[in-house]
């Protein structure tokens, strides 16, 4: 309008379009998934390890960068190019890593965890809704419900012998 001090000047109506030709994938992220699972052949039987391949295997799949790190080897040097920290909580507390994204999800021996141990992380998940839900409320601290999940490649009742166990 002529009136230049008109509201239809001042804040004129949105124009939304979309743009063509842009298309991003996700970044590709450096992720250490950090497991209470002891070195060699001893760790290789624990369900934190086979957990943690399964979850490496689908982060990859998205173009995620994973390495699992065992107990022996959270200390190592090039852990600081990474740029997620995702503990899988079990038996051990691990101290969070300055300068990355510190994600905890506990999926096991929730009576070791305290309340300053959550509030260090950016992050905490917990394989329980009601316990979640007890200590958000209780500490002050956002723990956020995150189911453990079954990797169906390898835990599915065709992959036992017949007739070796229960019905599913």
């Given at each position: 309008?002529e009136?230049?001090?008109?509201?239809?000047?001042?804040?004129?109506?949105?124009?939304?379009?979309?743009l063509?030709?842009?298309h991003?994938?996700?970044?590709r992220?450096?992720?250490?998934?950090d497991?209470?699972?002891?070195?060699?052949?001893?760790?290789?039987?624990?369900g934190?390890?086979?957990f943690?391949?399964?979850?490496?295997?689908?982060?990859e799949?998205?173009?995620?960068?994973?390495a699992?790190d065992?107990?022996?080897?959270?200390?190592?040097?090039?852990?600081?190019?990474?740029?997620?920290?995702?503990?899988?909580?079990?038996?051990?507390?691990?101290?969070?890593?300055p300068?990355?994204?510190?994600?905890?999800?506990?999926?096991?021996?929730?009576?070791?965890?305290?309340?300053?141990?959550?509030?260090?992380?950016?992050l905490?998940?917990?394989?329980s809704t009601?316990?979640?839900?007890?200590?958000?409320?209780?500490?002050?601290?956002?723990?956020t419900?995150?189911?453990?999940?079954?990797?169906?490649?390898?835990?599915?009742?065709?992959?036992a012998?017949?007739?070796t166990?229960?019905?599913?």
């Amino acid at each position: 309008p002529e009136d230049r001090t008109a509201p239809s000047v001042l804040v004129p109506e949105p124009v939304v379009r979309s743009l063509l030709g842009v298309h991003e994938a996700p970044p590709r992220l450096r992720w250490a998934v950090d497991i209470a699972a002891p070195a060699a052949a001893r760790g290789d039987r624990w369900g934190d390890t086979y957990f943690a391949r399964s979850l490496a295997d689908a982060l990859e799949r998205r173009g995620q960068h994973v390495a699992i790190d065992r107990r022996d080897a959270r200390d190592r040097d090039s852990r600081d190019l990474d740029d997620v920290l995702l503990v899988l909580r079990g038996l051990d507390r691990v101290m969070p890593r300055p300068g990355l994204l510190n994600v905890e999800w506990i999926i096991s021996h929730p009576d070791m965890i305290t309340p300053d141990e959550v509030a260090a992380f950016d992050l905490v998940y917990a394989a329980s809704t009601s316990w979640s839900e007890r200590v958000s409320r209780e500490w002050g601290t956002v723990v956020t419900p995150l189911l453990q999940c079954t990797d169906t490649r390898w835990f599915h009742p065709d992959r036992a012998e017949p007739d070796t166990g229960p019905a599913l």
